[in-house]
């Protein structure tokens, strides 16, 4: 049976604790048992924006190859059965200012057709990918993949048959945990295998990409240069808000686009 409609009630009033659950996963039974109950067998992707890569020329590949849409595109095209919920459940729960409430997740999969009704609605596959190029215009970033944690509070499954399609915000984003949450769940949310960000030598070290911009704190200034860490997951948004251009992705292969479709498959049935 799918959660009745008051769990969007309970979510929206507990969700400013969820950097309390996440330190609480430090203690090693506790996490484990966070791990089993919300995240067992998630693997989960950031997809930086297009406008983040402009043109790799170490590739020497057509443009349209190196647009990080086309892995969501693919899915969308791919699915049997596609549903758009009818609000963010992070960006409802922290009243968010900034970008569009209704913008919520997208959900493939055969599992998705068990959602409550109340909270959003099947669409075809048009709708879909309208939706998608709607998030991406509001400046949002997809996250995809398998991600327990939505089987849980839908009551829907198989996991294996549900796909979710976050639409994340900085702000109030579910994934700010990461710094926070313990390293075996946090290293679940990844980037794109083979996808490198790198600051070059135009930063002026201006500090507008440590300025609330990156998901998972990645990114601080030492002396007067932006210095990115290990946990990067991607995402592009420090690309694309630098004034001088001083940030750049690298992607290693014209296939990694294809191996993050090979890897989601590998986790999660779409038809």
């Known amino acids: 049976m799918a959660s009745p409609y008051w769990m969007k009630t309970l979510i929206n009033r507990t969700f400013s604790q969820r950097f309390f659950m996440s330190r609480l996963s430090h203690f090693p039974i506790i996490g484990k048992l966070i791990d089993k109950a ?11 924006q297009d406008k983040a890569i402009t043109i790799n020329r170490s590739l020497q590949q057509p443009d349209d190859l190196a647009i990080p849409s086309l892995v969501l595109e693919h899915f969308i095209h791919e699915a049997n059965y596609h549903w758009i ?12 200012k900034d970008y569009p409430v209704e913008l919520g997740c997208l959900f493939l999969g055969e599992a998705a057709m068990g959602i409550n009704p109340e909270f959003g609605r099947p669409v075809s596959r048009e709708e879909a990918l309208d939706h998608a190029a709607r998030c991406r215009e509001a400046g949002l970033v997809h996250l995809i993949g398998r991600n ?18 976050c ?11 990461l710094p926070v949450i313990t390293p075996r769940i946090a290293r679940k949310v990844t980037r794109l295998p083979g996808l490198r960000v790198q600051v070059t030598e135009r ?9 609330g911009i990156c998901f ?15 946990d990067c997951r991607g995402c592009g948004r420090c690309v694309t808000v630098c004034p001088t251009g001083a940030i750049e ?19 999660v049935d779409v038809h």
Do not use: Q
Request: with cysteine; net charge negative; hydrophobic share 40%.
């Open 249 to 267: 992705i690298h992607i290693d292969s014209p296939k990694l686009f294809d191996r993050a479709i090979e890897r989601i498959s590998a986790a």
């Open 38 to 48: 919300l995240f067992e067998d998630d693997d989960i992707l950031y997809l930086p």
């Open 148 to 165: 327990k944690l939505d089987t849980v509070w839908l009551n829907v499954g198989p996991g294996k048959k549900l796909l979710t399609v």
């Open 203 to 211: 930063c002026v070290g201006c500090g507008t990409c440590n300025r």
């Open 85 to 96: 919920m009818n609000f963010c459940i992070c960006r409802d729960s922290s009243a968010c």
């Open 216 to 230: 998972v704190d990645a990114i601080h200034l030492e002396g007067n240069r932006a210095v990115i860490s290990d």
């Open 167 to 177: 639409n994340c915000c900085p702000c109030c984003c579910l994934w700010r945990v």
